[in-house]
């Protein structure tokens, strides 16, 4: 029996609920990207040019530079909550309708191959869109630019902390690069604020479109406290 043609009580679960987990996602980004904006403030005030800049960039960098335990475990949090929203979206758009080119585990799956999850993850995202906004005829619905916005300025915020990554390896960043590496946080910063902006409106809207399509499929009722659009 397809997820969709259950019995209310089978979906009235948070692991079901787009909007719940749609919740969880956007908060997550935005802490993530307020530990971003607070490394960078670390690190700025300890370029100041005096014998003492040394020590406090290295103490700035060991707490909350692109390879700290801390940073890592806020950008792991966020990652693993974006990961179930997607998730649990192609889950229920299987409910919905058919066509999908990638499982839910493969739309997962897809953002750890190299090379392919430059593009993959975005068809599989593509694809829930176009058919939790038209379970009847999907084909028919072009994927909106704000999604190709977003695609495109999570590339730009992963190229940004690929290079932050390889500027602090080993625990610490040349003093010939400093500069440089300040400013490629200042760039992660701006592409993930706008990336975190338009996430923001992307989930939320495509959460509650699925909610409905849901309830108005299998009439299920998500509970009371949901996110509501």
Known sequence: MARADRPRESLNRPADNPVWWGRCAIAMVWLALFFRCGGAALIALALDGSAASAARLDHALQLAGPRSPLSGFVHAAAALA???????????????????????????????????SWFKPYQGLADVWRITMLPEAPAGVAAPRQLRWLWGLWLGYRCCETIALHMHRGGWVPPFVIGAFFEINVLAIVTGALFSLLATRVIARLSARQREALAARSDAVFPSNDFTA
Do not use: M, Q
């Open 82 to 116: 974006l990961l179930r929203w997607i998730y649990v979206t192609n889950r229920n758009a299987h409910a919905l309708g058919s066509g999908l080119r990638l499982t839910p585990a493969g739309s997962v799956a897809w953002f750890f191959v190299p090379v392919a």
